[in-house]
């Protein structure tokens, strides 16, 4: 079997395993619970065979010159549009884990938003647009799926160190998703290391990153087949930190009620009162003492 004939395989592999995950996602109605989640598996699952359609055309030469420029186009649009999607599904992930704690998820979401933010920012300032043409588009594109990548791998990090506190399950599907995720922004890291030497789409390592996008897969489909373990309730002392900061986050953008505070007097006033309260007492104890 030559190389191209098994990353063929792989490739029809792959596409059945999106499609067993959307359909078991969606007969669970976890469509309802990760909307972003679900988005992303359409994209996946709508853009794979047109993908593989235009890749077959421009080998077989069905579409003379116009199959390269629409199978470029086409897939950094889906790459692009996975990016932005993938974002929204480390966000949606990272609520649902916080979800006993409204105060931090309100907090946390913020900050996500922002980070996310300075990451693209950060990665867009560093293109040069001195030969800009059509060829930048995978310059950006990756630079945004690097900037997404880096917070898969948070997510994943904050979810292995947190699950007891935030008393969730390993088995839960919060911590699966983030688990495949983290598998594939590795391979993504992997790939970008040595991407000056990929010449080839049957290169060995874009064997490593088909398998273990197919192993992320079939992680998700395990976790979206097994029945997920209720989580167990937050119980946390009187004193305890996470419930402060829940605490201090929840009271922060509300104004609560308003007390008026009486303003002091100033030294000198108090000091005449008190001449004045004494010279009373003074002239009531000589009344009483001629009485």
């Not at 988005?39 to 699952?45: I, Q």
């Amino acid at each position: 079997m030559s190389s191209q004939t098994a990353m063929t395989l792989l490739s029809f592999a792959e596409f059945g395993l999106w499609a067993v995950l959307c359909f078991i996602f969606w007969s669970k109605n976890l469509d309802r619970r990760f909307p972003a989640m679900s988005a992303y598996l359409a994209l996946r699952v709508i853009s794979m065979p047109v993908l593989l359609v235009l890749f077959q055309g421009q080998a077989m030469h069905w579409f003379n010159d116009y199959a390269y420029m629409a199978y470029f186009f086409t897939y950094w649009a889906v790459y692009i549009a996975s990016a932005v999607l993938l974002f929204f599904v480390c966000l949606e992930v990272f609520r649902s884990a916080l979800s006993a704690f409204a105060g931090l998820q309100k907090l946390g979401t913020l900050a996500f938003r922002w980070v996310a933010l300075v990451s693209a920012f950060v990665s867009m300032t560093t293109l040069s647009f001195e030969h800009a043409s059509f060829r930048i588009i995978p310059v950006i594109a990756y630079k945004l799926m690097r900037s997404v990548s880096i917070l898969e791998l948070c997510l994943l990090a904050f979810l292995c160190l947190s699950l007891n506190a935030l008393r969730l399950s390993a088995r839960s599907m919060v911590f699966g998703l983030a688990l495949g995720f983290g598998l594939m922004s590795s391979s993504d890291f992997i790939l970008a290391s040595f991407w000056s030497r990929l010449t080839t789409l049957t290169d060995p390592l874009q064997f490593v990153s088909e398998a273990v996008i197919l192993i992320a897969l079939g992680t998700w489909i395990i976790y979206a087949c097994l029945p997920e373990l209720a989580r167990q309730p937050v119980v946390m002392p009187a004193n305890s930190v996470l419930l402060r900061w829940n605490e201090i986050a929840c009271a922060l953008g509300h104004t609560g009620t308003q007390v008026a505070v009486q303003q002091q007097a100033s030294g000198f006033f108090l000091s005449d009162v008190e001449k004045v309260v004494e010279d009373v007492l003074t002239r009531n104890l000589g009344r009483e003492s001629e009485s």
